[in-house]
Structure formats: structure tokens, C-alpha cells
Nanobody
Framework: QLQLVESGGGLVQAGGSLRLSCAAS????????MAWFRQVPGKERLCVAA????????RYSDSVKGRFTISRDNDKNTVYLQMNSLNPEDTAVYYC??????????????WGQGTQVTVSS
């Protein structure tokens, strides 16, 4: 099991950028797939990006493809989400998650506490 702590959220104007970080503690980071989810009040939590344990494979939701980039540094036990060309629809609480690559989008094993991202128009 991993302990996950997100950082980097905040308020940004439309068109701007933010970089989220997720620091993991535990022995299984390098063997865990990692993902970023987001959730707005009253709606389900959705996976927006995922990365395989080695970083060789990545996938994105259609809503962020071409604007967001997920990456990881296994030496630092950290996963990142670079968010560019932000728009107000990206406003949400963003969660870091860990699990197995074949089902991380539906059933992560571990969750962070979340970080708020607010995009003003």
C-alpha cells in the first residue's frame, strides 16, 4: 500500500498552466501504475490520465488529451500532471491514485487526499 500526497493545486486563469505533483511513500511505487482522477461536486470521480509502472505506457481521457501530460520519476517516488491550456471546465479536485495497470481507471488501490484546481474565466 502507498501513502499518496498531492500538491500544486491552486487558482489559475483560463489558458494558464499548473503542474500537480504526487509524492508516494512505500515500497511498491515503481511497480504500481499511477493515475490522476478529478471530481466536481455531485459528479463521479473520473480518471483523466494514467501511466504504467515503467512509464512506457500512458493514456488520457478525451477531455484532456493534447493538453495534459502525466509523467513519473521512480527515483523520486513522484508522479506529475502537467496541465496546459486550462479552461474553467477543468475546475475540480484532483486525486492521485495507485494500482494495477489493467484496472487502475476503474479500481485504484490507493488514493491521495486531493488537491483543488480552480480555473477562472
Amino acid at each position: 500500500q502507498l501513502q499518496l500526497v498531492e500538491s500544486g493545486g491552486g487558482l489559475v486563469q483560463a489558458g494558464g498552466s499548473l503542474r500537480l505533483s504526487c509524492a508516494a511513500s512505500g515500497r511498491t511505487f515503481s511497480s504500481s501504475a499511477m493515475a490522476w482522477f478529478r471530481q466536481v461536486p455531485g459528479k463521479e470521480r473520473l480518471c483523466v490520465a494514467a501511466i504504467s509502472p515503467s512509464g512506457a505506457m500512458r493514456r488520457y481521457s478525451d477531455s484532456v488529451k493534447g493538453r495534459f501530460t502525466i509523467s513519473r520519476d521512480n527515483d523520486k517516488n513522484t508522479v506529475y500532471l502537467q496541465m496546459n491550456s486550462l479552461n474553467p471546465e477543468d475546475t475540480a479536485v484532483y486525486y492521485c491514485a495507485a494500482g494495477e495497470w489493467n484496472n487502475i481507471s476503474n479500481g485504484p488501490r490507493d488514493w491521495g487526499q486531493g488537491t483543488q484546481v480552480t480555473v477562472s474565466s
